[in-house]
């Protein structure tokens, strides 16, 4: 065998065993909510409703959240890792719960982790009054943060993108 044909099969070779690395890779990537990161924003948005309590508050702020989902998709488990205050999470894990089964699990585990953000913002009219502002420092000054004691596995956790939630105030 000469060596252009040589180069030719090991070439080739290399390519079949990047391809089949390629895919099995992709494979493993897939988004981990049933129909994809698009479809997981849309539900959350769609699926979480800003409470009056939030609206009285003028309240916005971030929420992280741990979850375990079974090989069913199930959730079995939700912890507020950290919040700006606990009146943003009932809306939250109402949502989480909603979504319970549209989960896909890695590998065939019997359970996973997931580690997903939700912010909340109140999306001000164009001009904002003075006792509007005032309610809206007064909620930031006055908010009280959770924060949970307990150290976040990264290793043994999938990250989901955040979600954002924009509110209006009704007239």
């Given at each position: 065998?000469?060596?252009?044909?040589?180069?030719?099969?090991?070439?080739?070779?290399?390519?079949?065993?990047?391809?089949?690395?390629?895919?099995?890779?992709?494979?493993?990537?897939?988004?981990?909510?049933?129909?994809?990161?698009?479809?997981?924003?849309?539900?959350?948005?769609?699926?979480?409703?800003?409470?009056?309590?939030?609206?009285?508050?003028?309240?916005?702020?971030?929420?992280?959240f741990?979850?375990?989902?079974?090989?069913?998709?199930?959730?079995?488990?939700?912890?507020?890792?950290?919040?700006d205050?606990?009146?943003?999470?009932?809306?939250?894990?109402?949502?989480?719960?909603?979504?319970?089964?549209?989960?896909?699990?890695?590998?065939?585990?019997?359970?996973?982790?997931?580690i997903?953000?939700?912010?909340?913002?109140?999306?001000?009219p164009?001009?904002?009054?003075?006792?509007?502002?005032?309610?809206?420092?007064?909620?930031?000054?006055?908010?009280?943060?959770?924060?949970?004691?307990?150290?976040?596995p990264?290793?043994e956790?999938?990250?989901l993108?955040?979600?954002?939630?924009?509110?209006t105030?009704?007239?």
């Open positions: 065998m000469d060596t252009h044909q040589y180069m030719k099969k090991l070439t080739l070779i290399i390519l079949l065993i990047s391809a089949t690395f390629c895919s099995y890779a992709q494979g493993q990537l897939a988004f981990p909510f049933q129909g994809g990161k698009d479809v997981m924003t849309r539900f959350f948005k769609d699926s979480l409703t800003v409470t009056p309590e939030i609206k009285a508050l003028k309240a916005s702020g971030a929420a992280v741990k979850f375990t989902a079974d090989e069913n998709g199930a959730i079995k488990k939700i912890i507020i890792f950290y919040a205050d606990i009146q943003l999470t009932p809306p939250i894990i109402e949502a989480l719960k909603r979504s319970n089964g549209k989960w896909i699990i890695p590998d065939r585990q019997k359970l996973h982790d997931f997903i953000t939700f912010n909340i913002k109140l999306t001000p164009a001009t904002a009054s003075a006792a509007l502002q005032k309610a809206v420092y007064n909620f930031n000054i006055n908010r009280k943060p959770v924060v949970t004691l307990d150290q976040v990264l290793d956790a999938t990250l993108p955040a979600v954002i939630v924009n509110y105030l009704s007239k």
